[in-house]
């Protein structure tokens, strides 16, 4: 079945440093891929997401992530971080070529921005 | 344009008590899905939908149960509540799959 893991549950950073938060999937087949954000008691915003040839992928806020086959991630990055970037990051993977539509969600990483 | 709606917002039940969360969008979404959000845990997928008349089960199906008779409204039923399904359940729509999901704003149910 198909997977997703996202490495570390909590990651800080400081404002104005670079945001890295890891995503892999388990699939052998590249899935489609997506990048949530949630801020406090709110439902999931989507960030971005790879569905075409295109790896590296741009979303709002500044997010972008990169799709790379030979080692199964979409990592996502902002090259500054800002405060307001505090929230809980999701990955999420849904199989390519299946009927149904199913979207699986990663634990997500908790990402907080220090002053 | 409403987007995702869920009501209600917040839900304390009885265990044993039965109860439908509802959720309803206008976005003429084909696909629709339940998950629900515990700490550490991520969203867990309980049923999906990707049309009126069609659902199967996610990873946590158990004690929920769902139908889809209008492309609209995808309510979630909690058959005999648990105080393991206390939670906070989301409610999520897309045109196609690729687009990614809408998410409602989320219903916080705590059995007792």
């Known amino acids: 079945a198909q997977s997703v893991t996202q490495l570390g549950s909590h990651v800080s950073v400081s404002e104005g440093a670079l945001v890295l938060l890891r995503c892999n999937y388990s699939s052998s087949v590249p899935p489609y891929l997506f990048w949530y954000v949630q801020y406090p008691n709110q439902g999931l915003q989507l960030l971005l997401k790879y569905t075409s040839a295109a790896t590296l992928v741009k979303g709002i806020n500044g997010f972008e992530a990169e799709f790379k086959k030979s080692e199964t991630s979409f990592h996502l990055t902002k090259p500054s971080a800002h405060m307001s970037d505090a929230a809980e990051y999701f990955c999420a993977v849904s199989d390519r070529g299946t009927s149904y539509d199913k979207v699986i969600f990663g634990p997500g990483t908790s990402l907080s921005v220090i002053p | 344009n409403a987007g995702v709606t869920q009501t209600p917002k917040f839900q304390v039940l009885k265990t044993g008590q039965s109860m439908t969360l509802q959720c309803a969008q206008d976005?003429?979404?084909?696909?629709m899905s339940w998950y629900r959000q515990d700490p550490g845990m991520g969203l867990r997928l309980i049923h999906y939908?990707?049309?009126?008349?069609?659902?199967d089960q996610g990873e946590v199906p158990n004690g929920y149960n769902v139908s889809r008779s209008t492309t609209e409204d995808f309510p979630l039923r909690l058959l005999s509540a648990a105080p393991s399904q206390t939670s906070v359940y989301f409610c999520?729509?897309?045109?196609?799959?690729?687009?990614?999901?809408?998410f409602g704003s989320g219903t916080r149910l705590t059995v007792v």
């Open positions: 976005m003429n979404h084909e696909y």
């Open positions: 939908s990707v049309g009126a008349g069609i659902t």
């Open positions: 999520a729509s897309s045109y196609k799959r690729i687009y990614g999901y809408t």
